[in-house]
Structures are given as structure tokens and as C-alpha cells.
């Protein structure tokens, strides 16, 4: 039994690295949170920060060289570590389902979308009458505000926003319990970025799903999430509810992105801070942040600050936060 409010999702240190032939690189470092069903978690950084690995990480879907070598993802009362690869593929969009980094670009262009939906379906062991199926195609374009002849056309019939909303159509055809959605508007024009999202939003209300939204615009984030974690070179820095990270954000590095945007109303697009971001296959001793942090201290040149919980839904990884 599941109590009403359990997390239905859990990351627990979840490590993952890349091999390369010049040393091991910790794309996600311990990464810890969890997410309440129907809860809109965001997940910024800078570019290279893992947040692409993480979210793959999730699904088990990391390839060499990378490896997960550390951690647990639980959904619901499933470890994920323990399940056949059989099994996870089954999880894969009945249960966690993920609009990848560049997906509407991946749409195979020689099958009508009505097939790659389909071919998601019965991929993941769902068998339908070829009646039945044309209807669940249907219901799932409506469900993403597309056109019911949008089933007949090719990808390359279809508009960059059209395209990502039959991505995530694929995405729920089973009904999945989380939705991971990596950068899914950043190819797209803002009028449109707005109609994609309000989508993801009304498909994630209908299901009710979680979803995880990986991205760096911080004016959408604001707008769609309830709750933020802030990416730093493979740890996660900061995490808490969005209003509070917007008005008082704890971690220096969040302090930095947040003062970087322009005041109103802190829209814009996380485009970093001075300072190069850390190679990960180098990172700095003791806070990975400290070379480039304005409060940092000798001690921040040594010891690893631990992510410790500051409220109910959020934690921090500072000496001094
Ligand atoms: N396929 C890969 N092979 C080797 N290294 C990778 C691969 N993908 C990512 N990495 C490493 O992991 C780091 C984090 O990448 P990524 O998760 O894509 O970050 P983000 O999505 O935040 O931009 C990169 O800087 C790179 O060093
Ligand atoms: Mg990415």
C-alpha cells in the first residue's frame, strides 16, 4: 500500500560517470530528492551541469561510457536497480516516461506519427485492436491540442511545436506516473514555448502525473514549477520551493544565477555566471563551486559541504547557508 502522500518518486545518491580516456568524469554526484505525486519538480544549471545524464539516469538509459555507479531510483515501492532490463523497458513510459533533450528532432521521418505511436504502444506490450487503436491515437492527439489528421502526416509536415507535442503524446500513450521532460521548448519560439508547456501542464493535470522539467530558462521555470533544485557541477546545490528560491535563495551559486537576471519579474535564461564552469573530470577540492563563489572561505577549499535539509522540501549543500 502507497499512503496518499508518499513520494512517488525517489532519487536516492545517485552516481553516475562517464569514462574517458583521460580520467573518470562524475557527470551526477550523490544527487538525492524525491517527488510528490502531481508535484512539478524543475531541474537548472548550467550547461554541462548533468542534468541531461541525470534525468537518463533516472531511467536507467545511461550508455558507455557512462555507467550509474551508486544510488537507488524507487518509483512507487519499486527499486528500479532490481528489475531485469525486461522489466525496466516495460517501466519505461508506463511508469517514468521521458521526452528526451531534442526529441521533436528524433521523430522518425519516414513513419506517419499515427505509427510511432502506435509502435510506442505495442512496443511496451500493450496490445490493441486496430480499432481501438486509431481511437487511442486520437484521444492522445486531442489530449496534446493537435488536429486528428495530424496521424496521417510525417514529422516533416509538422511545425517544431506540433512535432514536440507528438513527442509528448508518445510520452503518455501508457499513462506514465512521471513525465521527464529535458529542455523540451528550447528550440522553439517563445509564443510557442508558452502553448508547448501549457500542454505538458494540461496532459500532467489530466494523469495526474509528477513531472520533472529539466531546463535553464528560469522565467518558465518559474511560471510551471512548483519546486526548483539548482545543478552544479553533478551535485545538486539547492533545492526548494520556487517562490522561495526566487526571493531568498540560499545557495551563493543560486544567489549569482538569480541576481544575474534581469530584476521585474527574474525572467531570462540561465546563461551562467563569470567564471568558466569547473571541468568535471578536474573539479576543484572540497566545494566544487569555491573558485568562483564570493563567499567562500579556506574551508570551502577543503571540505565537501553536505547537502543538509533546510524545511520540509528543501535542502542546501553550503558551509555557510
Ligand atoms: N555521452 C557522453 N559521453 C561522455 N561524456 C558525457 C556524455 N554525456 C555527457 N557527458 C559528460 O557529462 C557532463 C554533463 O553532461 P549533461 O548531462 O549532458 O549536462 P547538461 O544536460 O546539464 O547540459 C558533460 O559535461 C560531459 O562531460
Ligand atoms: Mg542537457
Known amino acids: 500500500m502507497t499512503l496518499p502522500n508518499a513520494p512517488v518518486l525517489r532519487v536516492e545518491a545517485l552516481r553516475v560517470a562517464y569514462d574517458h580516456p583521460l580520467g573518470l568524469v562524475r557527470a551526477v554526484d550523490e544527487v538525492s530528492f524525491s517527488l510528490r505525486p502531481h508535484e512539478r519538480f524543475g531541474l537548472a544549471g548550467e550547461s554541462g551541469s548533468g542534468k541531461s545524464t541525470m534525468a537518463l539516469a533516472i531511467l536507467r538509459m545511461i550508455k558507455p561510457p557512462g555507467h550509474i555507479d551508486g544510488g537507488e531510483v524507487w518509483l512507487e515501492e519499486i527499486a528500479l536497480s532490481q528489475l531485469t532490463p525486461e522489466a525496466i523497458r516495460r517501466l519505461r513510459l508506463a511508469g517514468i516516461a521521458m521526452v528526451p533533450q531534442g526529441s521533436m528532432n528524433s521523430l522518425n521521418p519516414v513513419v506517419r506519427i499515427r505509427d510511432q505511436i502506435g509502435d510506442a504502444i505495442a512496443d511496451h506490450g500493450t496490445r490493441l485492436s486496430r480499432q481501438d487503436l486509431i481511437a487511442r491515437v486520437r484521444s492522445l492527439l486531442s489530449q ?33 506516473k512521471v513525465i521527464i521532460a529535458d529542455e523540451p521548448t528550447s528550440a522553439l519560439d517563445v509564443v510557442v514555448q508558452r502553448q508547448v508547456m501549457e500542454t505538458l501542464g494540461n496532459v500532467q493535470a489530466e494523469l495526474g502525473a509528477a513531472v520533472i522539467l529539466v531546463g535553464h530558462d528560469m ?13 552544479y557541477a553533478g551535485r545538486l546545490v539547492e533545492v526548494a520551493p520556487i517562490r522561495d528560491i526566487i526571493t531568498a535563495p540560499r545557495h551563493p551559486y543560486t544567489r549569482l544565477l538569480i541576481d544575474s537576471l534581469p530584476s521585474l519579474e527574474r525572467r ?28 567562500a572561505e579556506e574551508r570551502c577549499t577543503s571540505d565537501k559541504p553536505a547537502v543538509r535539509p533546510i524545511g520540509p522540501d528543501a535542502t542546501v549543500a553550503c558551509h555557510f547557508a
Open 144 to 176: 496534446v491540442g493537435l488536429p486528428a489528421d495530424t496521424a496521417d502526416k510525417y514529422p516533416h509536415e509538422l511545425s517544431g511545436g506540433m512535432k514536440q507535442r507528438a513527442c509528448i503524446a508518445i510520452a503518455i500513450c501508457l499513462r506514465p
Open 219 to 231: 522565467g518558465l521555470m518559474a511560471q510551471f514549477v512548483d519546486r526548483l533544485g539548482i545543478m
Open 268 to 295: 531570462g535564461t540561465l546563461r551562467g555566471i563569470p567564471g568558466l564552469a569547473p571541468l568535471l573530470r578536474a573539479l576543484p577540492p572540497g566545494c566544487a563551486f569555491h573558485p568562483r563563489c564570493p563567499r
